[in-house]
């Protein structure tokens, strides 16, 4: 079990994190297409039972942390996983990361925050498709890994590529939140599931509240809550019954 440091705790904190390796954070993406739905990576491991999904993402390296600190930290290695995991390269355009404040979003969200999870939005359009493998080694990648790379279609069958790494077997876009939910149910403990359910949920809430008035919003924000962790609850129960 990895120990997570928390760069906020105190100053010294972030000397105590090794100089190579992992740092024990993770940072992933909601990668959203506003036609196709949320990206889906595929992957085959014994370990969780065969065919999953995964969100884009995976760990921070230490020196990230200690060079960048936890936000920007988290952000450069987000956007390193999604360029490695699918030949989508944001990292010149970290701007287009956002990051997902979970400590707005009650004590699941601030568990989640404290366990060292940090999530990010990018909305992406047909323009983002990967249409060639890298002709260079890029990042510390040799080439032998990018002749191990290849271009795939979704398996949903839309008019979009990435480049693959070996680690994911295929994609696929989902349009639906509760759906993406089960799919990401074996993937990081079913953490995953919760945090779609969550960001989703918040952004849906938020546009449907969007025409509000400031005191209007503010009266509604106990009860947005209140729905939006029911909602979690009960798909999380039916993700778990679906992958049982």
């Known amino acids: 079990e990895e120990k997570f440091i928390d760069p906020r705790s105190d100053a010294s904190s972030l000397a105590s994190v090794p100089r190579k390796g992992r740092s024990g954070m993770r940072a992933f993406i909601f990668v959203s297409h506003a036609t196709y739905g949320l990206l889906l990576l595929e992957a085959h491991k014994k370990r969780k039972g065969g065919r999953h999904f995964q969100l884009p993402g995976g760990h921070v390296d230490a020196y990230e942390l200690n060079q960048y600190g936890d936000a920007e930290g988290s952000r450069v ?20 990361l956002s990051p997902v404040d979970l400590n707005s979003m009650g004590p699941r969200g601030r568990e989640l925050q404290d366990s060292g999870r940090r999530y990010f939005t990018l909305d992406i359009s047909n323009l983002d498709s990967v249409d060639d493998i890298p002709a260079q080694a890029v990042g510390g990648v040799d080439g032998a890994t990018i002749r191990r790379l290849r271009l795939a279609t979704p398996l949903s069958m839309e008019n979009f590529r990435l480049c693959l790494s070996t680690e994911h077997t295929g994609f696929k876009f989902q349009r639906s939140t509760r759906l993406a939910a ?47 962790d029911t909602l979690a609850q009960g798909a999380l129960r039916e993700t778990a019954r679906a992958a049982e």
């Open 77 to 96: 290695a987000a956007a390193r996983e999604l360029w490695e995991e699918t030949g989508m390269d944001f990292r010149d355009r970290l701007y287009r």
């Open 182 to 228: 089960r799919d990401l149910a074996k993937h990081s403990g079913g953490t995953s599931s919760e945090a779609v359910l969550m960001c989703m949920s918040r952004d849906a809430s938020t546009s449907q509240h969007s025409g509000m008035s400031a005191d209007e919003s503010g009266q509604d924000t106990s009860q947005a809550q209140r729905g939006q």
